[in-house]
């Protein structure tokens, strides 16, 4: 995994106060919590389950990454 892509969010103080409430729950480091929250939004949705699907049922070709 060593293509990693970073990007740079802003939070208002509210929203960090409630994103720091899950340290523990969602990791220990801040990139680790937000990273788990955005993973669980899109478990949520399903899109995650959606796109592995659709790419599965792609005629056998799963060559292409998430």
């Not at 993973?39 to 792609?58: F, H, P, Y």
Request: proline residues 2%.
């Amino acid at each position: 995994m060593n293509d990693k892509k970073r990007v740079q969010v802003v939070f208002t103080p509210g929203q960090w106060e409630l994103i720091s409430q899950l340290r523990g729950e969602f990791g220990e480091g801040d990139a680790d919590i937000v990273r788990n929250i955005v993973l669980a939004w899109l478990a949520e949705k399903s899109l995650i389950s959606t796109t592995v699907k659709q790419r599965m049922g792609n005629n056998g070709n799963n060559e292409e990454k998430l």
